[in-house]
């Protein structure tokens, strides 16, 4: 199975900050990834798919990157509503796999 | 207007056989690329993906939990069903079904609220 390896797990940062998290995969999923918020008590929410592009009705703050095993999401002007935890995952034809989450907390 | 619902036992015992409801609407499983995927997360951890029906009735599951999961769909009732058997304590978790739509490229862009289940004597 992949293995998807989130860094850092935990985050401090200030509202207004520029936040990156990054994900690597144990080989190369092309653009298969996706990321997503979740808070506490509800269900994720998808945020980015195939590694770039943008869910309907995510704002634009929220961008992701990569290819291959090196993936990127960016909060660009860190928000109250943002803190949070955020988890990325590959989709590789048959299967799954989460990365561990990095929870995003005010410094 | 898409929704998913997650249904059953909140409370299980250990070696007990585990089923649980998806109901949604708003979609047809019947279109081609759609497919339904059940998602778990113990309390404090991560996600972890469980297994997959499509469109077509195929179904995939996780490596480590394939022996004891079986899904299933009932497009007439818009369901779809998931057991899990020989239930243990670390299969406490909240339950997710998720939807994944042709366009989602292999992610999941709606969930249900979640079902929590603990397994306990």
């Known amino acids: 199975d992949i293995q998807m390896t989130q860094s850092p797990s935990t985050l401090s940062a200030s509202v207004g900050d520029r936040v990156t998290i990054t994900c690597r995969a144990s080989q190369s999923i092309s653009s298969w990834l996706a990321w997503y918020q979740q808070k506490p008590g509800k269900a994720p929410k998808l945020l980015i798919y195939k590694a770039s592009s943008l869910e309907n009705g995510v704002p634009s703050r929220f961008s992701g990157s990569g290819s291959g095993t090196q993936f990127t999401l960016t909060i660009s002007s860190l928000q109250p509503d943002d803190f949070a935890t955020y988890y990325c995952?590959?989709?590789?034809?048959?299967?799954?796999?989460f990365g561990g989450g990095t929870k995003v907390e005010i410094k | 207007q898409v929704t998913l619902k997650e249904s059953g036992p909140a409370l299980v015992k250990p070696t007990q056989t585990l089923t649980l409801t998806c109901t949604f609407s708003g979609f047809s499983l019947f279109t081609s690329g759609m497919r339904m995927s059940w998602i778990r997360q113990p309390p404090g951890k991560a996600l972890e993906w469980l297994a997959r029906i499509d469109w077509d009735d195929d179904k995939f599951y996780s490596t480590s939990l394939k022996t004891r999961l079986t899904i299933s769909k009932d497009t007439s009732k818009d369901q779809v069903v998931l057991t899990m058997t020989n239930m243990d304590p670390l299969d406490t978790a909240t339950y997710y079904c998720?939807?994944?739509?042709?366009?989602?490229?292999?992610?999941?862009?709606?969930w249900g609220q979640g079902t929590l289940v603990t397994v306990s004597s």
């Open positions: 995952q590959q989709y590789n034809s048959f299967s799954v796999t």
């Open positions: 998720a939807r994944t739509s042709l366009g989602a490229a292999g992610s999941f862009d709606y």
